[in-house]
């Protein structure tokens, strides 16, 4: 059974930085692409980064050149490096990996940016 832990959310001012970590369990964590997902009140879930099981990464254009993704695979985990955040990208961050054609997600982690 695949689980997927998020951790690191919480209240920053805009400008400020926030490292969100997942923690995977179940799967041979370094064989699988890893994204995180964003979902804002009233809104659709977005992909905001990807990273591939080599390490490639691609970002959403709304965070390119504020956020980080990367992995860990001795420990299992992969991180959004969250830098200059904005109150637009206040939401329910969300870790996801696709296992066995399943969708795998996380129970999110609350971002909030605010003054």
């Known amino acids: 059974q695949v689980h997927l832990v998020e951790s690191g959310g919480g209240l920053v001012q805009p400008g400020g930085s926030l490292r969100l970590s997942c923690a995977a369990s179940?799967?041979?964590?370094?064989?699988?692409?890893m994204d995180w997902y964003r979902q804002a009140p009233g809104k659709q879930r977005a992909l905001v980064a990807v990273?591939?099981?080599?390490?490639?990464?691609n970002y959403a254009d709304s965070v390119k050149g504020r956020f980080t993704i990367s992995r860990d695979n001795a420990k299992n985990t992969v991180y959004l490096q969250m830098n200059s955040l904005k109150p637009e990208d206040t939401a329910l961050y969300y870790c996801?990996?696709?296992?066995?054609?399943?969708?795998?997600w996380g129970q999110g982690t609350q971002v909030t940016v605010s003054s």
């Open positions: 996801h990996t696709v296992y066995k054609s399943i969708a795998q």
């Open positions: 179940g799967i041979i964590f370094s064989a699988y692409t």
């Open positions: 990273i591939t099981s080599g390490g490639s990464t």
